[in-house]
């Protein structure tokens, strides 16, 4: 099960830090992913991270946003800074099992110009 947090309205330039809350054992071994899914949009996977800490980010969002992970405690984190109208979405985070992403709940983030 995955929950990601954190979301909320900011102003255009402002920045959010999300969270996401794992579980299962094999959390550590995981390849994990913030995905979002703005109104009328595909949804657009933002952030991937392996379990060594290897990140990808498409052209979008590369140099404003970073992902990281605490196996330990199993969390997943999106700092997101510069934040932009066009980055209004629902954001999920997820993990890729069986083959494909399986997304968790998401939070609504609003960027407001």
């Known amino acids: 099960q995955l929950q990601a947090s954190g979301g909320g309205s900011v102003q255009a330039g402002g920045s959010l830090k999300l969270s996401c809350a794992g579980s299962?054992?094999?959390?550590?071994?995981?390849?994990m992913a913030w995905s979002r899914q703005g109104p009328g949009k595909q949804r657009e996977v933002v952030a991937t991270?392996?379990?060594?800490?290897?990140?990808y980010y498409p052209d979008s969002v590369k140099g404003r946003f970073t992902t990281s992970r605490d196996n330990a405690k199993k969390m997943l984190y999106l700092q997101m800074n510069s934040l932009k109208p066009e980055d209004t979405a629902v954001y999920y985070c997820?993990?890729?099992?069986?083959?494909?992403?399986?997304w968790g709940q998401g939070t609504q983030v609003t960027v407001s110009s």
């Open positions: 299962g054992s094999i959390f550590s071994i995981d390849v």
């Open positions: 991270i392996s379990s060594g800490g290897t990140t």
């Open positions: 997820g993990t890729w099992v069986g083959l494909k992403w399986n």
